[in-house]
């Protein structure tokens, strides 16, 4: 309905926190280079984020783009450096060595039961530079290709509270627009937008998602039996964020 409620201040160079699953915590990172903490993590309890702490013994000069393992054991994150991007994992107290996972670009979220993780690969052709969605398995360390299509990027992914939906953004028809698509994979696709959207997040009753457009949060209610006849997104009072 529009209505905000403010849960404490964060210095302006953050991006993106993120909430641990049982809700109690946030981790995010400052971009700060210039400042005494340059760009690393940090962790706070969300009844007290003035007491924020810096997550220690940072990996690398950016460490950035948390994202907590299903259990709150754990940060996977990307260290930016000369040598390109990589993800890691770590204890989310700090403690511990941090553990190099692969090297990619960014790490979007968790398969069910948390075995596979879901990242974005940078894709070169014809001298643009587009994303494809991949999982890494967490014990194999193999890589398999998920969602994909020439010269285009798709990102964004969220797999549904039930497990068997997959929505992501892609902009193959020339704009960025939602996708839907069964798991486990059948090779079927919807496109589930017709104006434009990014960023989807499953409502937790699994048949409607959030999205953006222009800076402005809209909610798509789905026809799962039927997705290409999804009703259209309803605006909500809900604006002027990044994503």
Avoid: C
């Avoid at 699953?21 to 993590?41: H, N, Q, V, W, Y």
């Avoid at 220690?56 to 054991?73: K, Y």
């Avoid at 969220?158 to 028809?173: F, H, K, M, Q």
């Avoid at 699994?206 to 997104?233: E, I, V, W």
């Amino acid at each position: 309905d529009g209505t905000r409620t403010v849960l404490g201040r964060l210095p302006l160079s953050v991006f993106a926190p993120r909430l641990s699953p049982d809700g109690k915590r946030i981790a995010f990172e400052t971009r700060d280079r210039s400042g005494p903490d340059g760009a690393r993590l940090w962790i706070a309890e969300l009844s007290d984020l003035a007491g924020r702490r810096p997550v220690a013994n940072p990996v690398g000069p950016v460490d950035w783009a948390p994202l907590w393992s299903l259990d709150g054991e754990r940060l996977v994150f990307i260290v930016s450096s000369e040598r390109g991007d990589a993800i890691y994992s770590r204890r989310a107290d700090g403690s511990g060595t941090p553990e190099h996972l692969i090297d990619a670009r960014s790490a979007e979220g968790w398969m069910p039961g948390g075995k596979q993780m879901r990242f974005l690969t940078l894709k070169e052709e014809g001298g643009n530079r587009d994303y494809d969605i991949s999982l890494f398995d967490m014990s194999s360390r193999t890589v398999t290709p998920l969602v994909g299509s020439p010269g285009s990027a798709q990102h964004s992914s969220a797999v549904s509270p039930d497990g068997r939906w997959l929505a992501y953004t892609s902009n193959e028809t020339g704009r960025y627009e939602l996708w839907l698509e069964p798991l486990p994979r059948t090779g079927m696709r919807y496109q589930v937008t017709r104006d434009g959207g990014s960023h989807p997040l499953w409502l937790p009753d699994g048949r409607s998602l959030y999205f953006d457009r222009g800076q402005q949060m809209f909610q798509l209610k789905l026809n799962l039996s039927a997705p290409t006849s999804s009703a259209d997104p309803t605006s909500l009072p809900i604006k002027g964020f990044a994503q």
